[in-house]
């Protein structure tokens, strides 16, 4: 037997108010809303608690679309967790997302005051490439925000620690101060 679709992903969540805030803000639309209180939680996810309260967030209106499963535990409340260590550590690291303009996405995370884990990285490859910046939302999850980008385009790289200037340049002899190439 195969499995056809990815559901979810589930998000634990300190505060669901906040998480749903966060999300929103990148773009995802809340389909569901709900608190459960079934003593069955317990062994269907082999956790603690028996009382929850959840959020289901799509980004776009197909009713296909994978979602974000965010999810408050209460009696006992949500756990803390050991943040990401690398993303080179095994199982589940980043969450990855796509946008049209990495630019500000990127302000607006910034303007927000989300955890940004890198600035803006021009990834090259000979097909074209994507820039990337890596943040966390409000519980540790690390997101990865992507722009696609078609063969020929060029754009700075901006550290994370500098400012940030998301200007378009054009192409450089040697880029690799600016870009890293694959």
Request: net charge negative.
């Amino acid at each position: 037997m195969t499995v056809h679709k990815l559901s979810h992903i589930a998000i634990n969540s300190t505060d669901l108010d906040r998480s749903i805030e966060f999300y929103q803000r990148l773009g995802f639309k809340a389909v569901a809303e709900q608190t459960v209180d079934n003593p069955q939680l317990k062994e269907a996810f082999q956790v603690k608690s028996k009382e929850l309260r959840f959020v289901h967030m799509r980004l776009g209106d197909s009713e296909d679309a994978a979602m974000l499963d965010i999810v408050q535990w209460y009696n006992p409340n949500t756990e803390p967790a050991a943040p990401i260590q690398s993303q080179m550590q095994r199982g589940v690291t980043r969450i990855a997302v796509l946008t049209e303009s990495i630019d500000d996405t990127y302000r607006d995370l910034t303007e927000a005051g989300a955890k940004l884990l890198t600035g803006l990285i021009t990834v090259t490859t000979p097909e074209g490439g994507w820039r990337v910046c890596l943040a966390e939302d409000p519980d540790g999850v690390v997101l990865q925000v992507t722009e696609l980008l078609s063969a020929g385009r060029s754009f700075v790289s901006v550290p994370s620690s500098s400012p940030a200037d998301l200007s378009p340049r054009p192409p450089k002899t040697d880029s690799r101060e600016e870009t890293v190439e694959r």
